[in-house]
């Protein structure tokens, strides 16, 4: 073989592995933010249901928990969410009355409307008012079943580990009352625990970044009565 054609063989080589170089310098970040999005989102649906769960909690024993034990045990297996109802009488209406037309309190007087006081599942509530949507494999939107309110509690990602949302709840003073506060949230080493450690610690410096931004996704604040999450 001439040394010419030998020589064009190794720059052949050579341009091919440059270029699978320079592929590999562009796709390896994007997948990575492909990567990062898809987890984010996953996320971001968990902490959104745990937050109904613990609003149907408040509302329910007048505080938030911090634990999910009691969280998913309490809501799942209790009759403790005090629904109110209202009751037509039709019976004692009189035909030429039209109480469509009547201020409520003054049809409650007479009779004409009764208010009905039960107490029912809060988790069943929730799934009957459709408060707990999943969209499923095919893009469809359902509401969640039981089981899976039940694992709610764990971080989506990694596969093959099983992290837990840490949650907290308690009290702060504002105006000179006590509000119930509550936090759900997972740092980014934990969700991010099975990519690439240096892009892992780009995206926490690039996050950092933002003045006074958890380096993670949560919903509430132990230091604030609010319940916003931060990827919204």
């Not at 004409?112 to 893009?139: C, F, M, T, W």
């Amino acid at each position: 073989m001439k040394a010419k054609t030998i020589l064009q063989i190794v720059l052949a080589v050579v341009i091919v592995v440059l270029i699978y170089g320079l592929y590999n310098s562009i796709q390896k970040p994007m997948k990575f933010d492909n990567e990062y999005t898809k987890r984010r989102d996953a996320c971001a649906q968990k902490l959104k249901t745990i937050r109904t769960l613990e609003d149907a909690y408040k509302q329910t024993y007048g505080v938030y928990t911090g634990s999910f034990d009691t969280l998913l045990n309490r809501l799942a297996n209790e009759d403790s969410m005090l629904v109110v109802s209202k009751v037509i009488n039709y019976d004692v209406i009189p035909a030429d009355v039209d109480i469509n037309e009547m201020p409520e309190l003054e049809a409650a007087k007479k009779g004409y409307i009764s208010r009905v006081e039960v107490y029912v599942n809060p988790l069943q509530k929730l799934i009957d008012d459709k408060k707990l949507p999943i969209e499923d494999a095919s893009g469809r939107t359902r509401q969640m079943t039981k089981e899976e309110v039940s694992n709610v509690r764990y971080v989506p990602y990694p596969r093959d580990e099983k992290y837990e949302f840490t949650l907290s709840a308690g009290q702060i003073e504002k105006n000179g009352y006590y509000v119930p506060v509550f936090e759900c949230k997972v740092p980014l080493t934990s969700l991010l625990s099975d990519l690439d450690e240096q892009a892992v610690r780009n995206k926490i410096a690039e996050v950092e970044q933002v003045a006074g931004r958890y380096a993670g996704w949560k919903v509430g604040d132990m230091k604030n009565a609010v319940t916003d999450g931060n990827f919204e």
